[in-house]
């Protein structure tokens, strides 16, 4: 089993730059391919980024493209997003995810908050 646990969220004002950060339980983390996606209340959740535990390959979702940018560190066991030029709509809670061995594991979430 995997805990996740987010930290890193807050109040931002529009353009200005939060990092967040999941810490990761597990011996294999560094073979985790670790995500990041994010909900509004009565939404779906929807992908942000993600980075593979093999390669270290990223992907972003198209409305982060450029301005966010995910990164691990596997000796600590953790994931970051930095993001920068936030806006408004950047307004969320981020949630940490990773897939072992076909199961789904998520983090609590943490809450961005970007005013105009």
């Known amino acids: 089993q995997v805990q996740l646990a987010e930290s890193g969220g807050g109040l931002v004002q529009a353009g200005g730059s939060l990092r967040l950060s999941c810490a990761a339980s597990?011996?294999?983390?560094?073979?985790?391919?670790m995500g990041w996606y994010r909900q509004i209340p009565g939404k779906e959740r929807e992908f942000v980024a993600d980075i593979s535990g093999s390669s270290g390959r990223t992907y972003y979702a198209d409305s982060v493209k450029g301005r966010f940018t995910i990164s691990r560190d596997n000796a600590k066991n953790t994931v970051y997003l930095q993001m920068n030029s936030l806006k408004p709509e950047d307004t969320a809670s981020y949630y940490c995810?990773?897939?072992?061995?076909?199961?789904?594991?998520w983090g609590r979430g943490t809450q961005v908050t970007v005013s105009s």
């Open positions: 995810n990773c897939i072992v061995a076909g199961t789904a594991y």
């Open positions: 597990g011996r294999t983390f560094s073979w985790y391919d």
